[in-house]
């Protein structure tokens, strides 16, 4: 596995987006899932992404039982965002509101440190902006765990340029964590420019569209019940509809080059600059192994010309109305 760089953080250059195993996505297999942490750190994938809204709280415990032994080899992120007081693991009706406040921050990495079984975490991100909350103000107590040795590097998670260019004037912002793949470029108006400008690192999450790209599943039937997707605007209606033909091509083009769906879908996030480090989630080590394998994929300039050309714009927002008021801000 090659390497790259997130600001000054080192990482494989393809991670390893651990939510699934815990919530979201229907059922789960913590065995499997501990396994499939275990074989990414085999094949040199070492940087894992958690956070304490997974599960909520269940995630950073299976990760921190997955690396026990093996703390130093891995580089994991976790984030921080809604209050966890009155939270009970497993349940996500009890997860408080979101709160940025320094105080809120101090006691969050105390909580994520103790389920991980870790004395610091190398990249620590806020999940979400609070809006009724300064940026400087999270960004500033934030910077006080990494002078404690409790955060190495710090991150944002969905915020806009605006915000971007005021939580770096606050203290280094090493990597910006936003949803980017052959379905999802609005990162790419402003959001990317930003970051290149800054020099501050590109982590793209769902860069397979939640499994959709990868040809996983083509109807909301064929996910489990309680599986989010279900409901999602561009897995629903006339929106699938449309999308199937966006997958169909990236199907296409992936099956001339000899490669899956997936990979080809990982491969062009990674070759949209050095700066960038997909973590394509997942919760089974076959599905695991055929992604790390993207690393190896490249993609020529006629190809990434032809995917500009040839593939058709999603239909549909990434999240519900409700969710996209939280991103971009």
């Given at each position: ?284 080590r076959t599905y695991l192994e055929q992604n790390a394998a993207a690393v190896d994929v490249e993609l020529t300039a006629e190809e990434l010309a032809r995917i500009d050309a040839e593939l058709p714009k999603p239909a549909g927002e990434r999240y519900d109305e409700a969710g996209m008021t939280a991103v971009n801000r």
């Amino acid at each position: 596995m090659t390497r790259r760089k997130l600001r000054d953080l080192e990482v494989s250059s393809i991670g390893l987006g651990c939510m699934g195993m815990s919530a979201f996505y229907g059922s789960t297999d913590e065995e499997e899932a501990v396994a499939t942490i275990r074989r990414a750190l085999e094949l040199g994938v070492d940087f894992l992404d958690t956070a304490q809204l997974y599960g909520p709280l269940t995630n950073e415990l299976l990760v921190g039982r997955a690396i026990r032994g093996h703390r130093e080899e891995f580089v994991i992120a976790t984030k921080f965002n809604r209050r966890m007081d009155n939270a009970v693991p497993g349940d996500m009706s009890t997860v408080g509101p979101q709160d940025g406040s320094a105080d809120h921050v101090r006691s969050s990495i105390e909580s994520s440190l103790s389920r991980l079984g870790t004395d610091y975490v190398d990249l620590y991100y806020q999940h979400r902006v609070d809006p009724n909350v300064p940026i400087e103000e999270t960004v500033g107590a934030m910077a006080e765990l990494v002078a404690e040795g409790k955060v190495r590097h710090i991150g944002l998670s969905e915020a806009a340029p605006e915000t971007i260019r005021r939580a770096n004037a606050v203290h280094p912002i090493t990597a910006l964590q936003t949803e980017y793949s052959l379905w999802t470029r609005d990162p790419e108006a402003e959001v990317l420019p930003t970051c290149r400008e800054l020099g501050i690192g590109f982590v793209a999450y769902s860069p397979l569209g939640r499994g959709f790209l990868a040809g996983r599943f083509t109807s909301p039937d064929d996910l489990d019940e309680d599986d989010f997707r279900r409901h999602g605007p561009r897995f629903t209606g006339t929106n699938l509809e449309a999308n199937l033909r966006l997958a169909a091509k990236v199907k296409e083009v992936a099956a001339e080059k000899g490669v899956t769906a997936a990979q080809l879908a990982i491969a062009w996030v990674l070759a949209q600059g050095e700066h960038l480090v997909p973590i394509p989630g997942t919760k089974r080590r076959t599905y695991l192994e055929q992604n790390a394998a993207a690393v190896d994929v490249e993609l020529t300039a006629e190809e990434l010309a032809r995917i500009d050309a040839e593939l058709p714009k999603p239909a549909g927002e990434r999240y519900d109305e409700a969710g996209m008021t939280a991103v971009n801000r």
